[in-house]
């Protein structure tokens, strides 16, 4: 783990350095977040987003928790629960759209961080194994914000579960029964409340474990970096504290910046006004949405209008939704290119601007507007797109492409010359030099 | 192998897609039109341009006119809709004091249930006390009032336009569908979703309610006022939100430039 330059933690006062041979805590933190991590020195504001996601994760659960002092989830009462922290508890608002828009905020940086990911190539070897851990905080995360949106009983809360364990209903044999166990009923009602409640309250904190293999996946590595060259030499790196401390902490200030002024000059712009709507059974809402961060996948689900052979529509509609976030899983052996960086590879740059980000653009214009046309036919081609981009554009693109030549290290793309690359072999091309175990 | 298999997966997606995609354009050409034209789609309005005190990232409630919402409100509204969210004491925001505030809980009915007879009576209200449930005997149940400025989209100019906008069907719309016509009963207004509402027009003349500042009562001028009230009503910690914001955003802009200033130091002479 971690480089043989990395600087080593010392205690430096007889507290610390009784705590160092007994529980050493503070060595964990030094060379995971401290100085005790080399860090290559040239990562952009591209790389702030997994800070940023880490915070937004403990400020939901701290206001989370907070929440949960107040609300009631009862049926009966969860609605009025929340209008009694908007209205009657101190700061309870404040509390209340913090968390909210805490929400999106975590989406919002966790997308940047993702979309990070495919355009660099973050997911090759040797960081597999965090690529994958990643996906299964983003599914956990969406279970999370999924059950979370249910907890105040409003009208989409209601029909959001109502329509996404449906979902399951979709599943052939089954479906209905496997429905009614996950509601606890034959609709959403009192049972369904409850369980999302504990589940809410539960995941987060399975995230956070995840979020800790995750940190200690990518220390065994070490960051990759926007040349997707990997680290040669101690002139390549920085400590993590104070450098990206530093540059993290400013992009930190900017983005609370943003999330501030949402929360307190427009905070129910991202939500649904239905949701301010007590749950009714009886009435259906004229279009049901779920929060925009679902949206490109609902617009998949949405996509299938027709049967297919044996396929019913429905089942085409889940299979495919889930398959869109179960593709990546795929994408560290389907991409078999050994030049990691989007920077270097220009048929895959042109698939990932010109395609893959227009794609994702549609599906989240589509997913949020009512399902008729022109919405379904725009979310039917975005979708073919979007599952031909991982399944077919780069298994193919990754081996007919001709990568440019890349910097013989990181030191050399940020300086203009490395001393090392002298000592290298220099007939090897660059690209070559740097190979590293191809994707199999 | 895994690349065979996901271009398989691919096609396989890429056909039923392409398949729902086609049903979809022959259905569409042979209609001649993407979407089926219907009354709603034809003449359902947007919400009017209004313009309250409280818009914006400066603005704030004006009470004289929360004071004369809500005197709509008891005069006209209350008759037929709840506001159960709201409490008595919560009045004293509107610049009401204490001793007016418990005149007005005073006059309210609310229900109590006396264990001892098993019967249900009405006492005076305290300022305490929420808003009390209000009966309707006619069909269809009127909504509660407290958050319908959050539950619609662009919720103040909804409510003003819907009080504003009762009007005859136009003739254009019974000639281009013949069997949309209002419904016995219902009243139609191009501001409602499906046009067609239960609500008759509460508002209707010129001086419905007296005010007691002098301010003309307009039927335009008492929706507008009524509105007002209801975005209070829905979000009465909006004046409170603002102003935290404000030093909040302030501190951040503080926090960021010294931010970056921390991160320009650290990093001069280090090119990245």
């Known amino acids: 783990m971690s480089f043989p330059w990395a600087n080593e933690y010392k205690p430096g006062n007889p507290f610390t350095q009784w705590m160092d041979s007994r529980l050493p805590l503070p060595r964990l933190v030094y060379n995971a977040v401290g100085a005790g991590y080399p860090v290559p020195r040239n990562l952009s504001y591209m790389w702030n987003f997994g800070v940023l996601a880490g915070f937004f994760l403990v400020l939901q659960i701290v206001t989370g928790i907070v929440l949960a002092m107040h609300y009631a989830a009862n049926a009966g009462v969860a609605f009025d629960s929340v209008e009694h922290i908007m209205r009657d508890v101190n700061w309870g608002w404040l509390m209340r759209y913090a968390h909210a828009n805490g929400a999106s905020a975590f989406f919002v940086v966790v997308y940047i961080h993702i979309f990070r990911g495919f355009f660099y190539g973050s997911y090759k070897a040797p960081r597999e194994m965090i690529w994958l851990l990643g996906v299964v905080i983003f599914l956990l995360m969406m279970a999370t914000a999924f059950m979370g949106y249910v907890l105040p009983w409003g009208q989409m809360s209601y029909w959001g579960a109502q329509v996404i364990t449906g979902l399951f209903g979709a599943i052939p044999l089954v479906g209905e029964p496997l429905q009614q166990w996950l509601l606890g009923g034959f609709a959403p009602g009192n049972a369904a409340l409850n369980r999302f409640f504990s589940l809410h309250y539960l995941l987060p904190f399975v995230i956070a474990a995840v979020v800790i293999l995750h940190i200690w996946a990518l220390h065994i590595p070490g960051s990759s970096n926007p040349t997707g060259v990997e680290v040669k030499s101690e002139s390549d790196t920085v400590p993590f504290h104070p450098y990206y401390t530093a540059k993290d902490g400013f992009g930190l200030a900017v983005v609370l910046l943003i999330y501030c002024a949402v929360l307190f000059f427009a905070p129910n712009m991202l939500g649904h006004p239905d949701n301010y709507i007590p749950a009714n059974p009886m009435q259906t809402p004229a279009h049901i949405v779920p929060e925009w961060y679902f949206w490109p996948f609902y617009a998949i689900l949405r996509a299938f209008t027709q049967n297919f052979l044996f396929f019913p529509a429905k089942l085409l509609g889940v299979l495919a939704m889930f398959s869109a976030i179960l593709v990546w899983f795929f994408l560290p052996w389907l991409d078999r290119s050994p030049v990691r960086s989007g920077h270097f590879r220009p048929l895959f740059r042109k698939f990932f601007w010109f395609g893959l980000i227009p794609a994702m653009a549609v599906l989240f214009y589509c997913g949020g507007a009512p399902a008729e046309e022109p919405y379904v036919m725009l979310s039917q081609i975005a979708s073919l797109y979007y599952f031909a981009h991982f399944l077919i554009i780069i298994p193919i693109v990754s081996s007919i492409e001709r990568p440019e030549p890349l910097p013989f290290s990181i030191t050399e793309a940020v300086l203009g010359s490395d001393d090392n690359s002298v000592l290298a072999p220099s007939a090897v091309p660059a690209e070559k030099s740097d190979a590293m175990r191809p994707a199999h | ?272």
Request: proline share 6%; aromatic share 12%; net charge neutral.
């Open chain 2, 1 to 272: 192998m895994i690349r065979f298999l996901s271009i398989l997966v691919g096609l396989f997606f890429s056909v039923t897609l392409l398949w729902s995609f086609g049903n979809g354009a022959v259905t569409a050409m042979s209609e001649g039109q993407l979407r089926p034209a219907t009354a709603e789609t034809e003449f359902h309005k947007h919400p009017k341009h209004l313009s309250l005190a409280s818009d914006g990232a400066f603005g704030r409630f004006d009470r004289q006119q929360l004071q004369r919402g809500f005197q709509v409100y008891q005069e006209v509204c209350a008759a037929c809709h709840a506001l159960k969210h709201v409490a008595f004491r919560d009045l004293e925001q509107l610049g009401y004091n204490e001793d007016e505030v418990k005149a007005i809980a005073a006059k309210a009915q609310t229900p109590v249930y006396n264990a001892a007879t098993g019967e249900v009576a009405t006492r005076p209200g305290l300022p305490t006390d929420r808003f009390p449930p209000v009966a309707y005997a006619g069909l269809g149940v009127p909504p509660d009032l407290s958050l319908m400025a959050k539950a619609r989209h662009d919720g103040a100019a909804y409510t003003y336009s819907l009080l504003t906008g009762y009007q005859n069907q136009p003739a254009e719309l019974l000639k281009q569908f013949p069997d949309a016509k209002t419904p016995e009963g219902l009243h139609y207004n191009p501001y409602f979703a499906n046009l067609n509402l239960a609500m008759p027009a509460p508002i209707t003349s010129e001086g419905q309610v007296t005010y007691s500042d002098g301010t003309k009562a307009t039927v335009d001028q008492m929706s507008k006022d009524v509105s007002a009230f209801l975005v209070w009503t829905a979000e009465p910690k909006l004046d409170k939100r603002k102003q935290t914001g404000w030093p909040v955003l302030g501190f951040l802009l503080f926090a960021s430039v010294l931010a970056y200033l921390a991160y320009r130091n650290i990093w001069a002479g280090k090119k990245h």
